[in-house]
């Protein structure tokens, strides 16, 4: 029962960790609006990721990864949608005091909101859950109880992981968020856009490269 536990935590850190839009997204908040706003775009994306930890639980992952539909669809608004943000993020004019006051008049409903559609329309958050969960579920241990009875509670688990590093990620960045210097603030908008316009170009050749015909 342990080890379930263990290697549950461990896949839901696996999922959190990699530096992607997620976290890149969550980070900003923090940094410019605090723990809360952190948290409340932290919440959107967990919401967004218990679906798709369904989904790979429930078995449905191996049809949404073989429906060509389904991956063009996700992989042209998951980009267009990371574009954006970065776009946003590149233009963004670094002074922390007008990023706090414009942070405090967003709501914590606009970030729970960024923080699910940006998981959802994530690529690589099906991609991680599929790989990771999927291959957790399809190798369960013998010496473990049973999937039937222990299933759920493995993915709630995992999620628990999830929300540990997002917890940790919030306090940390929100705590010397008014240390950080203006240049090194603007060096980090900067290239947090870079990244995520990287991420959202990779995911329209990803649809490119799926429209196109076999070779011959």
Known sequence: ??????????????????PGPVIIGGSQRAITGGFRHALSFFAGSMLS??????LVYFGVS???SESMAFRVGLWILGGAWLLKMGWDAI???VDMEALTAR???STHWSNFRAGLFITL?????VLSWIALAGNFFALWHTDWPPIASAGLIALIIMLTGILSWALFLSSVLSAIRTRIPPGALKIISIGSGVVLILYGLSAWWSAVTLLLPPPA
């Open 49 to 54: 990721d218990t679906f798709y930890a369904l």
């Open 103 to 105: 942070a405090a008049q």
């Open 121 to 125: 329309f994530n690529p690589l958050t």
């Open 1 to 18: 029962m342990f080890g379930m536990i263990l290697t549950a935590f461990s896949i839901g850190i696996a999922v959190a960790v990699p």
């Open 91 to 93: 233009q963004t004019h």
């Open 62 to 64: 191996a049809l949404l």
